[in-house]
């Protein structure tokens, strides 16, 4: 495995230095992944980061509704993935470095549906 290793800037670079833990980068380029995703009606594709390697399919749409600033209460979001156009499961993990298609559908209706009494013709 190869480590990337900084020299601090009063010392003069050698190969067999090491720089403590604590001095080399605190960003690991490594942990953040990403989904590109685009709206089905947009031609270019932005990026939602995360740590691991797959996503939740509910935090996905969360972080899609919060980038694009859409409300939860309006509209819902079907993912599509972009190469077969198949839709994720309610319960899929999406893995790091694929691309979605997104498309807004009307928010789901949480209230039961009220049933007619029988023997009631509707008109």
């Given amino acids: 495995m190869r480590h990337m290793v900084l020299s601090a800037p009063n010392q003069a670079s050698s190969g067999s230095q090491r720089v403590p833990r604590e001095q080399r980068l ?4 490594r942990a953040m992944s990403g989904i590109h995703y685009k709206f089905s009606s947009k031609l270019s594709y932005d990026m939602v ?3 691991g390697h797959s996503i939740s399919l509910g935090d996905l749409k969360r972080q899609i509704m919060a980038r694009e ?3 939860v209460t309006n509209c819902d979001l079907q993912i ?3 190469e077969t156009n198949e839709e994720y499961s309610d319960d899929a993990q999406i893995p790091k470095n694929v691309s979605v298609i997104v498309r807004r559908i009307p928010a789901r ?5 009220l049933h007619q009494p029988l023997g009631k013709a509707s008109r």
């Fill in 69 to 71: 600033k859409l409300k």
């Fill in 26 to 29: 605190s960003c690991d380029c």
């Fill in 49 to 51: 980061t995360f740590h």
């Fill in 109 to 113: 209706a949480t209230a039961p549906k």
């Fill in 80 to 82: 599509l993935k972009a």
